[in-house]
Structure formats: structure tokens, C-alpha cells
């Protein structure tokens, strides 16, 4: 830390987020790593067993729209997150500071996004909690659904927080440029 006022404690912040960001790359990717060998254990038991793998396709599911929001922060801090920047290329040649401000101005749009839809799936995660909500098939496999509405929380408030960062790093750039 290089400082015990604000700025840095905005820095700590910023590192554990992004530690964060990465632990969870890491977890969804290995995610992908089990649900390939769980498809091929269900191919094989269908084919050479005549016995699948009960709820694959359930699993499978709810597998990618975890694995997504496990991702997603990590690719936006990255810098890898699609986007179109033709304009703002443009701009920025001929006023950096503009497009500087452009950017800022997507960054913060792109963070208010992420944290609404954190804030609006947060109480679906705790009623899917508290009911005890399940899907599948109820004898043959069923699976909580809180934990993939939980993980859209968490991916939701991490990527609200690379927007922020991202946000926060260009304002210091467009002081720079001005």
C-alpha cells in the first residue's frame, strides 16, 4: 500500500478486486476443464452403457451461465471485452482528451449496468434460497438454483467494480491530458 489516505486505500481495493477477479477466472476455467469431462463420461456412458450421466444437460445449463459471470470481470479488466472503438479511435487522434471523457462516460454507463443487475438479482438469489428452490427433474436430479444466482451476483458486482477501476485510471489519464 503507498499510503494509509485514501488513495491508498483505493489502491489495496483495487488489487484485492482484481486478485479476486483473476481467482475467479481460474475457477471458471477449471469449471470448463470438469464440465468437458463430464459431457464425455455422459457420451460414453450413453453409448457404450446404455447409461447417461443423470442431469448433464441440467448441469450444463446452469454450468455456462456460471462460468460466464465467473469470466466476465476478468476479461473486462483484461481489456479483452468486445467493443466497438472505430469512433472513439477516430476521436482520440485528434482530441485525446474527448475520447479520454468518451471513455469514461462508457465506463461509468457500463458500471451502473453491472451493479443493477447484481442489485435486482440479489433478492431472486435469497428468495431461491429461502424456498429452496431446485431444478431437474424432482427423483431423478434436481440441483439448487441460489448458487448460479449467486454467482451472477458476484460476477455482476465484479464487473461493476473493473468498471470503476477502468473509470477511475482514465479520470487520472484525462488530468494528464489536460
Not at 450421466?53 to 476479461?75: D, R, Y
Not at 443487475?117 to 428468495?127: E, N, S
Not at 461493476?160 to 477502468?166: D, L
Request: hydrophobic fraction near 50%.
Amino acid at each position: 500500500m503507498t499510503g494509509t489516505g485514501p488513495s491508498g486505500h483505493t489502491a489495496l481495493l483495487s488489487r484485492a478486486t482484481v486478485a479476486i477477479m483473476r481467482l475467479a477466472n481460474v475457477v471458471a476455467t477449471l469449471w470448463i476443464i470438469l464440465l468437458m469431462l463430464l459431457i464425455v463420461g455422459d457420451i460414453l456412458g450413453r453409448e457404450l452403457f446404455g447409461n447417461p450421466i443423470a442431469g448433464v444437460p441440467e448441469m450444463v445449463k446452469f454450468s455456462i451461465v456460471g462460468i460466464v459471470f465467473l469470466q466476465i470481470s476478468h476479461t473486462h479488466h483484461s481489456g479483452e471485452m468486445i467493443r466497438s472503438d472505430g469512433i472513439l479511435g477516430m476521436i482520440r487522434r485528434r482530441r485525446p482528451a474527448i475520447a479520454t471523457g468518451m471513455d469514461i462516460f462508457a465506463q461509468i454507463c457500463g458500471a451502473v449496468f453491472a451493479a443493477v443487475l447484481a442489485w435486482t438479482v440479489w433478492p431472486k438469489m435469497v428468495r431461491a434460497y429461502d424456498r429452496g428452490e431446485m431444478e431437474g427433474v424432482s427423483g431423478h436430479f434436481t440441483l439448487p438454483v441460489w448458487p448460479f444466482l449467486g454467482l451472477i451476483v458476484l460476477g455482476s458486482a465484479l464487473l461493476a467494480m473493473s468498471f470503476t477501476i477502468t473509470a477511475t485510471n482514465g479520470m487520472k489519464t484525462l488530468r494528464e491530458q489536460t
